[in-house]
């Protein structure tokens, strides 16, 4: 089955603590990315990437780091969680750039508690 | 810079009504148009899209036309089921932006009772 996998789904954790949640897509797509998603706000790009090792921010890339050494895999790093991260977050992937067809795979998202 | 703005939430009809969901979008180029549908404790999945002014898209009786003067992509449907109780996200993306990624608007939650 076609899909994108994010671990874990729900992650209560410290301020200072670092984590990552990982990402897998096994749909060989190019273009994977990472969205959060806050109440009245919708979704906004964290990072994103165009294939293996080729990485860039999007709209809110503060606090946040990203790998993509393969091309299924695309991990979210907080070196540093702070409160004001608290959000579900999405993983996403394409078989190219998201923006020509529109169409994102997502993942069913992580929540994330930061205390 | 690019936005989308919808209609707050939530949207609550009985089974069968007419459905509605507003949807503007601000930008500076020619973006193509979506709708996305979040059902509970799922990911976001493609409902439909438009590429330019004037198209249709459909899907699962659900319809939304590219209005470039009046800048909307509003969502309906004729009958609605219980089982489209859902979030509905309206998206755009620029062509000519590099990063590729969706604008979304904030979300309108619509709830439909038997």
């Known amino acids: 089955e076609a899909q994108v996998t994010q671990n874990p789904r729900y992650l209560i954790t410290v301020t200072g603590k670092k984590l990552t949640v990982t990402c897998s897509q096994n749909?060989?797509?190019?273009?994977m990315s990472w969205y959060r998603q806050d109440p009245g706000l919708g979704l906004r790009q964290i990072y994103y990437s165009m294939n293996v090792e080729v990485t860039d921010k999007g709209d809110v890339p503060e606090g946040y780091k990203v790998s993509r050494k393969e091309k299924r895999n695309f991990p979210l790093i907080l070196e540093s969680p702070s409160p004001n991260q608290t959000s579900l977050y999405f993983c996403?992937?394409?078989?190219?750039?998201?923006?020509?067809?529109?169409?994102?795979?997502f993942g069913e998202g992580s929540r994330l508690t930061v205390l | 810079g690019d936005s989308v703005t919808q209609m707050e939430g939530p949207v609550t009809l009985s089974e069968e009504a007419f459905l509605t969901i507003n949807c503007t979008y601000t930008a500076t180029g020619y973006p193509s148009l979506f709708w996305y549908v979040q059902y509970p404790g799922e990911g976001l999945q493609l409902l439909l899209k438009a590429t330019k002014a004037d198209d249709k898209g459909s899907n699962k009786g659900f319809e939304a036309t590219y209005r470039k003067e009046t800048t909307s992509f509003h969502l309906e449907k004729g009958s609605v089921q219980v089982s489209d109780s859902a979030v509905y996200f309206c998206a755009l993306s620029d062509p000519m932006d590099s990063s590729y990624k969706l604008i979304f608007g904030s979300g309108t939650r619509l709830l439909v009772r038997p």
């Open positions: 996403a992937s394409s078989p190219y750039g998201g923006g020509e067809s529109g169409e994102l795979f």
């Open positions: 749909m060989n797509h190019e273009y």
